[in-house]
């Protein structure tokens, strides 16, 4: 594998992609098996336990911290019939019961909140924002979903 010079061609098809916003960084393109290639993130395979748990009722969400450290900041977020909302959670230690009826605020403040959030932990903005938009349609579509960001412990 070996670095690209920048504006290098990208693999690209007929067909679009959500991946291919994951590309718009400023990363310099990777070279391996004659393909270049600038992705910087993608869904794939972790080898911890998750500590935050989520149990849905009808009419919320009971956040519950399994872990022996307290997740710094949770971020639940709800898509329902067009109408969005969220709610921010610092410091979570012990069980947190929110109702969907709390959750107010639009989708676009929800992932400048994840992409600030994001920035702070180290991803530079325009990774941040890429990843967000490369993720867009599965984490803010129809249904909830809670963010937490970690770092990796080892």
Not at 73 to 94: D, M, S
Not at 112 to 132: D, F, N, P
Request: glycine share 8%; charged share 25%.
């Amino acid at each position: 594998m070996q670095v690209d010079k920048p504006g290098a061609a990208l693999p690209q098809s007929a067909d679009a992609s959500h991946y291919y916003a994951a590309r718009d960084t400023d990363a310099w393109p990777l070279r391996s098996e004659g393909e270049n290639e600038k992705l910087l993130f993608y869904r794939g395979l972790a080898y911890f336990g998750v500590d935050l748990k989520a149990v849905v009722s009808d009419t919320g969400v009971l956040l519950r911290n399994d872990g022996a450290d307290t997740v710094s900041e949770a971020i639940l977020f709800e898509n329902h019939a067009g109408k969005t909302g969220y709610q921010v959670i610092h410091n979570l230690r012990e069980p947190v019961s929110i109702r969907f009826s709390e959750l107010t605020g639009a989708t676009g403040d929800v992932q400048q909140i994840v992409e600030e959030e994001s920035v702070e932990m180290g991803l530079y903005r325009k990774e941040a924002q890429a990843m967000i938009k490369t993720w867009q349609d599965s984490w803010f579509e129809e249904g909830s979903v809670c963010f937490t960001l970690c770092h990796d412990r080892r």
